[in-house]
């Protein structure tokens, strides 16, 4: 299973889709990695919030929660993981690739 098929399936165990069983095509599976509700699902489902981090690796624990180096730490962390994706597309990386810290 690649990770967008991971992150598909997080997602919908978060609730995304409303008992949708996921896309069937490749094509499909990218179109759910450009929806807000489905990085939110998928935060619902690994259980990212502000007190366990966003497991980006610049993090540092300060009055009971994370922050980090990163520019966008202080939004939720579902964008602060969405983020991590796009700056890892930019670099270069697969969308697989850039998906496999993230669903750590
Ligand atoms: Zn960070």
């Keep these: ?56 690796g610049k993090e540092y624990f300060d009055a009971g929660r994370y922050a980090c180096e990163c520019p966008n730490w202080s939004q939720d962390t579902w964008l602060h993981n969405w983020h991590r994706f796009i700056d890892a597309l930019a670099e270069g990386k697969t969308v697989d690739e850039s998906l496999e810290e993230i669903l750590k």
């Design 1 to 56: 299973m690649t990770n967008s098929h991971r992150f598909v399936e997080r997602a919908v165990e978060g609730g995304y889709g409303d008992g949708w069983s996921g896309p069937s095509d490749e094509i499909n599976t990218y179109f759910v990695l450009l929806d807000p509700e489905a990085w939110k699902a998928v935060g619902r489902a690994t259980g990212w919030s502000k007190t366990t981090g966003s497991g980006c």
